[in-house]
């Protein structure tokens, strides 16, 4: 019977203790927000995505060469003497079309590597208020803001030039190797290393 009353003590005595740190948060100030219907602000200097401001990119590839799990496509050409692109922060001359310019943040382990690398200062963290996706494909962001038919008028022309280019390497040579009256190049002949060690063996018995 002495059991029984002492374990009603302890049950009682118990939630009383429980409810006492419960009723002392219940009228305190709430910590938690009702995502997603109400968005916390970002810290400004939270590494939550990267931007690249495009007019300001010089096409250098440095920070897709330097991501460590390689997320960034980029797509340059580079413009003609006559063509003028504006000009860079740094005061130089931009000489690049930057066709496209993606990041996959679904990859991305927030090294800020290409961010330290970028001499422009054109890629850079922003903190926006939501950056949340409900598919991995939304993750990719592209930058670059060239309407598709100069894409495509861009490619053509690069095509073309690399075809003259060829074509003229193809014409130099097929007219330095038709030289009239040059003489052919004697080929040396090839001696591996084990039969020449051989032969001089032989030579010396
Ligand atoms: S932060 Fe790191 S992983 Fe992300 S894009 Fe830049 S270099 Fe690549
Ligand atoms: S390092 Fe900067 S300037 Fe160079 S391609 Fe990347 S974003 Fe552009």
Redesign the pocket.
């Known amino acids: 019977m002495a059991g029984y009353f002492k374990d009603l003590y302890l049950g009682v005595t118990t939630v009383i203790a429980g409810m006492q740190v419960t009723f002392r948060h219940l009228f305190e100030k709430n910590i938690t927000i009702q995502y997603p219907r109400v968005v916390k602000e970002m810290y400004p200097r939270a590494r939550a995505r990267l931007v690249?401001t495009?007019s300001?990119?010089?096409?250098?590839?440095?920070?897709?060469r330097?991501c460590p799990v390689n997320i960034?496509t980029?797509t340059?050409i580079r413009a003609g003497k006559d063509e003028d692109l504006g000009m860079?922060p740094s005061g130089k001359p931009k000489q690049m079309h930057?066709l496209e310019?993606d990041i996959d943040f679904s990859k991305c382990v927030y090294c800020g590597l290409?961010v330290d690398?970028?001499?422009?200062?054109?890629?850079h963290w922003e903190a926006p208020q939501e950056v949340c996706t409900f598919t991995r494909g939304e993750m990719k962001i592209s930058f670059a803001d060239m309407p598709e038919e100069e894409k495509q008028r861009l490619l053509k022309q690069e095509a073309e030039k690399k075809a003259a280019r060829a074509a003229a390497a193809a014409a130099k040579a097929a007219a330095g190797g038709a030289k009239p009256g040059a003489k052919p190049v004697p080929k040396k002949p090839v001696v591996k290393k084990d039969e020449g060690e051989n032969a001089a063996e032989e030579k010396t018995e």
């Open positions: 690249n495009i300001e990119c010089e096409c250098c590839y440095k920070c897709q330097i960034f980029i340059g860079l930057i310019f290409c690398v970028c001499e422009t200062k054109s890629l």
